[in-house]
């Protein structure tokens, strides 16, 4: 499970709400009060926004390991980001600024990923013994 990358779940039931129930996620589902007297309006697709930032944050957390399931957790993130990017291009129900941003995720999780656990790699090597 430590290798499952979490934002795959995102691009899933984007992928599954925008197919089968395309309504739920442009309709509010949530409304916050704010102090200016506005409200702030969630719809379906704005609240998966949200668990995939949080999602996303845990995912850069979890690339500070450098163990075998931390890089299977990179090449599975790269395979999400590769079919969330043919998605985008090809599908047409998925051609909207939601799942563009989600697809943004993807790749952030990827360059992160890599990232991190190259400096991460590189500072355990350098060090001392």
Same mark, same amino acid.
């Given at each position: ?34 102090? $200016?007297? =506005? &409200? ?6 704005? !609240?998966? @926004? *949200? %668990?995939?930032?949080?999602? /996303? ?7 500070? $390991?450098? =163990? &075998? ?6 090449? !599975?993130? @790269? *395979? %999400?980001?590769?079919?969330? /990017? ?20 993807? @790749? ?22």
């Amino acid at each position: 499970m430590a290798s499952f990358p979490l934002l795959a779940l995102v691009v899933a039931v984007y992928s599954a709400l925008a197919l089968a129930v395309p309504s739920w996620l442009g309709d509010v589902l949530l409304t916050l009060p704010l102090l $200016s007297g =506005s &409200t702030l309006l969630f719809r379906g697709g704005d !609240l998966l @926004l *949200v %668990v995939g930032l949080l999602l /996303l944050c845990v995912e850069v957390y979890r690339a500070t $390991s450098s =163990s &075998t399931a931390a890089i299977l957790n990179h090449v !599975l993130s @790269l *395979v %999400v980001f590769i079919v969330a /990017l043919i998605e985008l291009l090809v599908m047409p129900a998925m051609a909207n600024m939601t799942f563009f941003l989600i697809v943004l995720m993807t @790749l952030s999780d990827v360059i992160a990923g890599f990232t991190v656990t190259i400096s991460t790699a590189r500072r355990d090597i350098q060090r001392p013994s």
